[in-house]
């Protein structure tokens, strides 16, 4: 059934997300802040800005009055980068139709407050029914999807019937949209994926191979795991779209803006100034300290994190964390979980 659908923000992710919306043949309108955006989708069909070289379906409209996006919207998609959702998901209150279904496509975890994005989607929206709001994730580089290549996502909701809607909104033979009921362990793996990704990209970048990278990503959906577990997410969600899945592809595929900051890292490149010349953003730079911080907070062991967030943040030089994690203490590979047992004392 056609539907009219909002698309907040104009990114990469969220213009893929309108051109598959419009290609569904949904009434789509997109939100995007800059005036050049704006004048691009609507004249050239193009979002030559953040993705260059993609052409976009003719019906999307653009626009940058929030009003005239949502007007009697049915579904809405909020895609701005995690440091503004908080300011965008307010200008939006005001404007939201009642009875519209919600889902964020927006992966991280918020600075200041430590919050997952539904969360400060529901601070933001006090109209909205939390148990309602969606998340949407998985592993979907927004260049392909634009590009109508086969991807598989997963929309989670407590509330089932809001995820179904969802997915029958979204859901196509070439996006397979497919529910959970555990909107905290998706968001958790699409926050933290990135956060392995810049750590796969340094691994890659020092030259420490294949096996090095597969330990890596392995451990990493480890302290994924146990982290999501501990904000009340289920494990098993972690062997999933928005968990395996997306640190697959984001550890490895050639198209990640944060395995590129990885890389960048180990060549001896300043984060800050490296991101400070991009457009896109990468979501794992700021996700490192937040789930640093989330996991200290929740008494979580996060050791591949924690390295990150020092390399970024804390000036800790490279091969240093790298030292720090390989020497380690030795543990059961499911010390964390409850299942495994006390790691030994180190022999004398």
Wanted: with cysteine; glycine share 10%.
């Amino acid at each position: 059934m056609k539907k009219t659908v909002a698309v907040i923000g104009a990114g990469a992710w969220g213009t893929a997300l309108a051109a598959h919306a419009a290609r569904l043949g949904h009434v789509v309108r997109l939100w995007a802040r800059e005036p050049e955006v704006v004048r691009d989708v609507n004249e050239h069909h193009e979002n030559r800005l953040l993705l260059e070289g993609v052409s976009l379906p003719p019906s999307i409209v653009a626009s940058s009055d929030p009003a005239v996006v949502l007007d009697h919207a049915d579904v809405v998609l909020l895609v701005p980068p995690s440091a503004f959702l908080r300011s965008v998901a307010t200008m939006i209150a005001p404007h939201l139709p009642s009875g519209a279904r919600i889902a964020v496509a927006t992966k991280g975890i918020e600075n200041d407050t430590l919050l997952l994005m539904l969360d400060v989607v529901a601070e933001c929206i006090p109209a909205a029914d939390r148990d309602a709001l969606g998340a949407l994730s998985g592993p979907s580089f927004a260049r392909e999807v634009a590009a109508g290549l086969p991807t598989d996502v997963v929309v989670a909701a407590r509330d089932e019937a809001a995820a179904l809607d969802l997915q029958a909104a979204l859901h196509s033979p070439f996006l397979r949209v497919y529910t959970s009921r555990d909107p905290v362990g998706v968001e958790v793996g699409g926050a933290m994926k990135n956060v392995l990704a810049i750590a796969a990209g340094a691994c890659d970048g020092l030259g420490l191979g294949t096996n090095a990278r597969a330990a890596l990503v392995t451990r990493g959906l480890s302290e994924m795991a146990r982290l999501g577990v501990a904000l009340g997410g289920d494990p098993l969600t972690f062997m999933g779209l928005s968990g395996v899945g997306d640190a697959i592809l984001t550890t490895t595929g050639a198209l990640s803006r944060n395995r590129a900051l990885g890389l960048k890292v180990a060549e001896g490149v300043d984060p800050a100034k490296y991101l400070a010349s991009q457009r896109a953003v990468a979501e794992g730079y700021l996700t490192a300290k937040a789930a640093w911080q989330l996991a200290r907070r929740h008494g979580v062991d996060v050791p591949i994190t924690e390295q990150v967030h020092h390399v970024l943040h804390e000036g800790r030089p490279l091969l240093e964390a790298l030292k720090l994690l390989m020497t380690r203490s030795q543990k059961d590979e499911l010390w964390g979980f409850g299942q495994g047992v006390t790691p030994p004392a180190p022999s004398t």
